[in-house]
């Protein structure tokens, strides 16, 4: 099975800070990782697929990369309402998925 | 627009099973897979499993394997998880959410990019004597 990995757990900003997560995978996924955000008592929801690609109606501040096995999110300029929980999510072995354990943005 | 609206909490004793709806609308159930996604308290993300929009088959994940079954309705676009053998770590919120996919090109290969679009607004099942 594919396990996913991220860091920081958690992580405090201010506004107006770059801000960069990091999800591993165990084995190499190509570009099959997703990121989603998660706020307190809602659903989550996407961010980026494919690695790279801002689903619609995203901010441009969020912007991801890697390939193979290591991946980044990044926000460039970080704002009081992306306080949440960021997840990566691999689909390579699709039809089954695996979540990342989570990292924290406090602001 | 795209919605799931899923069904209202729930509570039950353990060795009990629960039965949860997932009432998709803004497009047809038969064009896209369904997956679910529990959610324990203060805890992380967790994939359950899939239900195929073609044939309404479902691949479950190795943990739930023998106590999940998901199921769908496409005369009412409804779909619906069952899990039997409650315990209280089954305590958890449980979401929906709709697959969906994008052919990308990385390097030669032209790959089928997976993803999940759209989420229900989750339903708490609470299991407790």
């Known amino acids: 099975d594919i396990q996913m990995t991220q860091s920081p757990s958690s992580l405090s900003a201010s506004v107006g800070d770059r801000v960069t997560i990091t999800c591993r995978a165990s084995q190499s996924i190509s570009m099959s990782l997703n990121w989603y955000q998660q706020k307190p008592g809602k659903a989550p929801e996407l961010l980026i697929h494919g690695a790279i690609t801002l689903q619609n109606g995203v901010s441009s501040r969020f912007g991801g990369s890697g390939s193979g096995t290591d991946f980044t999110l990044t926000i460039s300029s970080l704002q009081p309402e992306d306080s949440a929980i960021y997840y990566c999510?691999?689909?390579?072995?699709?039809?089954?998925?695996?979540f990342g354990p989570g990292t924290k943005v406090d602001i | 627009q795209v919605r799931l609206v899923q069904s209202e909490a729930e509570v039950r004793k353990p060795g009990a099973a629960v039965k949860l709806s997932c009432k998709a609308s803004?497009?047809?159930?038969?064009?896209?897979?369904i997956h679910w996604v529990r959610q324990a308290p203060g805890q992380g993300l967790e994939w359950m499993g899939i239900?195929?929009?073609?044939?309404?088959?479902?691949t479950y994940s190795r943990k739930f394997e023998g106590r999940v079954t998901m199921t769908s309705d496409a005369s009412t676009n409804t779909i619906y998880m069952e899990l039997s053998s409650l315990n209280s770590e089954d305590t958890a919120v449980y979401y929906c959410?709709?697959?969906?996919?994008?052919?990308?090109?990385?390097?030669?290969?032209?790959?089928?990019?997976?993803?999940?679009?759209?989420w229900g607004q989750g339903t708490l099942v609470t299991v407790s004597s």
């Open positions: 239900i195929n929009r073609g044939d309404g088959g479902a």
């Open positions: 803004g497009y047809s159930l038969t064009s896209k897979d």
């Open positions: 959410a709709r697959g969906a996919a994008v052919l990308t090109s990385i390097g030669n290969l032209v790959t089928s990019i997976k993803f999940l679009d759209f």
């Open positions: 999510q691999q689909s390579y072995s699709s039809p089954m998925f695996t």
